[in-house]
């Protein structure tokens, strides 16, 4: 019998949620939703689990970690959204077991896995690059928004000026169809993430994978997943940036 894990971090099932379990359930034979106790709900969100169909027994733990250490498993699956530091390391402990990992994709069912996505940037000297990042954002997410850096970001930050004017920066941001929302943001909405999600009230923040790792950004993942948000990192276009178009245009 091959024995399948979720761990359900969720108390409400929306249609995501619910085809999450039904693409784990379909990967074994038997499928163990481990609900996230702590809450004082456990009972009824036992019940509730229980009582979906292609689930055949619902658990408690206090996090994805433990439930993979507790439980018999065959495969650890978990929906793509779920990228906290507890479901990292409860894939890398999965892995150090010799259980196969299964990362679901939500969206294959024509469901994208959050509601709100934010990425931020300056955005000059809009490239390819900048099209790439946006269209992978706009995939996972219903609504995309967009915050562009302001001209204090550029000098303080980023040690430069920007070629294009921050309100035409804007205005193009918000002309790409794949970007609902643009608008420009502080330094200090750039610089704390934590102040960006209270501000916008997003789902999920997209960044660049050269952040991933980092003390920061570990950090930053904690303090997310405690209010129900995400971080997603994407690899930038490779051979192509707004520093290399400044280089060849002084060539000119």
């Given amino acids: 019998m091959r ?11 929306d249609p995501a949620s619910i085809e999450a379990i039904r693409q784990a359930a379909s990967a074994g034979d038997h499928l163990t939703v481990v609900i996230k106790g702590g809450n004082g709900h456990e009972a009824r969100l036992t019940e509730m689990f229980a009582s979906i169909k292609g689930v055949d027994e619902a658990l408690v733990a206090s996090s994805c970690s433990e439930a993979v250490s507790r439980y018999k498993f065959d495969v650890f699956a978990r929906s ?4 906290n530091n507890d479901f990292i390391n409860a894939e890398s402990l999965a892995k150090s ?25 300056v955005f000059d000297l809009f490239h390819i690059g900048h099209l790439n990042l946006l269209e992978k954002c706009k995939s996972m997410c219903d609504y995309l928004m967009v915050g562009v850096c302001d001209d204090n970001y550029v000098r303080e930050i980023k040690k430069t000026k920007p070629i294009i004017e921050l309100s035409d920066r804007v205005r193009i941001l918000n002309a790409v169809k794949c970007v609902d929302e643009a608008f ?51 690899p930038y276009t490779a051979g192509i940036s707004t520093s290399d178009i400044k280089e060849k245009m002084d060539e000119l």
């Fill in 3 to 13: 024995r399948v894990l979720f761990f359900a971090d969720f108390a409400v099932l």
């Fill in 80 to 83: 793509a959204k779920q990228s």
């Fill in 97 to 121: 077991m010799d259980k196969e990992v299964l990362v679901l994709s939500v969206a294959r069912s024509g469901l994208k896995p959050y509601k709100i996505g934010y990425t931020c940037g």
């Fill in 184 to 234: 420009p943001v502080t330094i200090e909405e750039t610089q704390d993430k934590m102040l960006a999600l209270a501000k916008f009230n997003f789902n999920v923040l997209f960044s660049g994978d050269d952040w991933k790792g980092s003390e920061r950004y570990r950090k930053t993942e904690e303090q997310f997943a405690a209010c129900g948000a995400s971080i997603e990192y994407f």
